[in-house]
């Protein structure tokens, strides 16, 4: 069975650096792109960002591009976000997905639970 | 930008009753590549539909999507207790790929 777990997520002041995981099992991770996708409170999903199988190809929202970077580790069939220069609009549930083919530009067949993330001072 | 627009943002109906949710995509959406999310609290979200109307996998038949171009309906027959979550649309195939800002079906 497909399971998604991050975790990292935390209370982290504006201005400051956080690192987010998750770890994937039940499929082969380096064949498949990846994705982090965020719900802030009160509001819908927002895609954050996506990597292809080999970290060849890799998007970003306008929202979170120069500060947030997203990297993958085969050996540890882990998926991070590095986010920097936290500000308050940053505050959300991030998930973990997996797409459905190698290229990050497809739909997502598994998400993971989610890790809230709270950006306060 | 392509935008996508959810009706309504909240629909209230009783368990067996149908469900019609709507998606409205600001162009035409490319090749029909339009996914339907299901989504409950404090759970993961959970693929119900992609290519407009092909169900995942396990996804029960009373689900089903159909539209093509702008225009896309997600249809629930006979709602089970289970079937009350918060539904998106997603629009995928580019970058960034957009989702609607959802719709809350909840029990009447």
């Known amino acids: 069975e497909v399971q998604l777990v991050e975790s990292g997520g935390g209370l982290v002041q504006p201005g400051r650096s956080l690192r987010l995981s998750c770890v994937a099992s039940?499929?082969?991770?380096?064949?498949?792109?990846m994705h982090w996708v965020r719900q802030a409170p009160g509001r819908g999903l927002e895609w954050v960002s996506g990597i292809s199988w080999n970290s060849g190809r890799i998007g970003y929202a306008d929202s979170v591009k120069g500060r947030f970077t997203i990297s993958r580790d085969s050996a540890k069939n882990s998926l991070y976000l590095q986010m920097s220069s936290l500000r308050a609009e940053d505050t959300a549930y991030y998930y973990c997905?997996?797409?459905?083919?190698?290229?990050?530009?497809?739909?997502?067949?598994?998400w993971g639970q989610g890790t809230l993330v709270t950006v306060s001072s | 930008e392509i935008v996508l627009t959810q009706s309504p943002g909240t629909l209230s109906l009783s368990p067996g009753e149908r469900a019609t949710l709507s998606c409205r995509a600001s162009?035409?959406?490319?090749?029909?590549?339009l996914a339907w999310y299901q989504h409950k609290p404090g759970q993961a979200p959970r693929l119900l539909i992609h290519a407009a109307s092909s169900r995942a996998a396990g996804i029960p038949d009373r689900f089903s999507g159909s539209g093509s171009g702008t225009d896309f309906t997600l249809t629930i027959n006979r709602l089970e207790p289970e079937d009350f979550a918060v539904y998106y649309c997603?629009?995928?195939?580019?970058?960034?790929?957009?989702f609607g800002q959802g719709t809350n079906l909840e029990i009447k």
């Open positions: 162009q035409s959406v490319s090749s029909n590549f």
């Open positions: 997603h629009q995928y195939g580019m970058s960034p790929p957009p």
């Open positions: 997905a997996k797409d459905v083919t190698y290229s990050p530009v497809n739909f997502f067949d598994w």
């Open positions: 039940g499929f082969t991770f380096d064949d498949y792109a």
